[in-house]
Structure formats: structure tokens, C-alpha cells
């Protein structure tokens, strides 16, 4: 499995950022996939997961109603639409991924079978 993430960079507060994850080698459809960030002297956080068979979501209470995450399942691609950036937005965003779960069992635990490089995301103020 290997996860890709593309799109960080700068922005200014109230704007808005696509996050791209390039999700491939799965070996089965049933998985669930998701978005991790961690700030600095910050625990990880996990803000939003889909699950890849039907599409289902789930969100951190930090993020619900600003970012919307979704995917192209042909294009093996998950993106993570973030519109109304705030500066604690700021951290590394890490694509991550899980075998057999759905998006809600995701969502509440922190151990991941696998993980992206990560990228950058800065909000200024």
C-alpha cells in the first residue's frame, strides 16, 4: 500500500485548500481511509476518514461543516476539501489508511496499518 499526499501550502485565514492522497495497492476494497495532522507540540489529530466501498464519513468536531473529504475510487484518489482555514489549522497533514474498517471505527482510534510522508498546511493570520 502507498499513500501520496499532495496540495499543502500557504494560505490565508478564511480561505480555502484541496489536499490530494494518491491512495493505491489495497488489496481488497474494504478499508477506510483518512486525514491525520499533528501540530507542532500537538498530539495527532484526526480530522476526517471515508470509508472506500460506500463512501461514508466521518469528521473530528474541530473541522465538521469546514472540510469535506471524498474520493475518486477509479482514480484511487481521496481529497480533503478544508474552506474556511483557520491559523489553528496549521500542522502537518498525513494521509492514513486502515484494513477492514469504515470510516467510524477509523475515526476513533489511533493506530494506523498505513501512513503518507505527510504535508504541509499553514494558515496565516
Known amino acids: 500500500v502507498q499513500l501520496v499526499e499532495s496540495g499543502g501550502g500557504l494560505v490565508q485565514a478564511g480561505e480555502s485548500l484541496t489536499l490530494s492522497c494518491a491512495a493505491t495497492?489495497?488489496?481488497?476494497?474494504?478499508?477506510?481511509v483518512g486525514w491525520v495532522r499533528q501540530a507542532p507540540g500537538k498530539e495527532r489529530e484526526g480530522v476526517a476518514f471515508i470509508t472506500y466501498s460506500d463512501h461514508t464519513t466521518d469528521y473530528s468536531d474541530s473541522v465538521k461543516g469546514r472540510f469535506t473529504i471524498y474520493s475518486d475510487n477509479a482514480e484511487k484518489m481521496v481529497y480533503l476539501q478544508m474552506d474556511s482555514l483557520k491559523s489553528e489549522d496549521t500542522a502537518v497533514y498525513y494521509c492514513?489508511?486502515?484494513?477492514?474498517?469504515?470510516?467510524?471505527?477509523?475515526?476513533?482510534?489511533?493506530?494506523?496499518?498505513?501512513w503518507g510522508r505527510g504535508t504541509q498546511v499553514t494558515v496565516s493570520s
Open positions: 495497492g489495497f488489496s481488497t476494497d474494504d478499508y477506510a
Open positions: 492514513a489508511a486502515n484494513d477492514f474498517l469504515t470510516a467510524q471505527s477509523m475515526s476513533v482510534i489511533e493506530e494506523h496499518d498505513y
